[in-house]
């Protein structure tokens, strides 16, 4: 049964920081590239920050560039995503993907996600 628990979020003031986490099982995780994204209500859905299956390249939205890292342990199956110098903007509900393409197919895995709010 595939899983991807994200935790971490809350409640924080403009300035502050967050450190997200999500654990994965169920797949092998250290084949799939991995992502975060987020969605603030009334909004679509986008991309905050990915990173390859080895961990050896990352992305990152224009906007979160310079304050979010993302990073992974695949010895322990998780991804992480290190959010800095939050803006009320960064407010949203922050979702863990999994991503594969291979000769069977694409294969996408989602988490429930987590709420982060940043507010004073």
């Known amino acids: 049964q595939v899983q991807l628990v994200e935790s971490g979020g809350g409640l924080v003031q403009p300035g502050g920081s967050l450190r997200l986490s999500c654990a994965a099982s169920?797949?092998?995780?250290?084949?799939?590239?991995m992502s975060w994204y987020r969605q603030a209500p009334g909004k679509e859905r986008e991309l905050v920050a990915a990173?390859?299956?080895?961990?050896?390249?990352?992305n990152y939205a224009d906007s979160v560039k310079g304050r979010f890292t993302i990073s992974r342990d695949n010895a322990k199956n998780t991804v992480y995503l290190q959010m800095s110098s939050l803006k009320p903007e960064d407010t949203a509900a922050y979702y863990c993907?999994?991503?594969?393409?291979?000769?069977?197919?694409?294969?996408?895995?989602w988490g429930q996600g987590t709420q982060v709010t940043v507010s004073s």
């Open positions: 993907n999994a991503h594969r393409s291979s000769w069977r197919g694409e294969f996408d895995y």
């Open positions: 169920g797949f092998t995780f250290s084949s799939y590239a």
């Open positions: 990173i390859t299956s080895a961990g050896v390249s990352t």
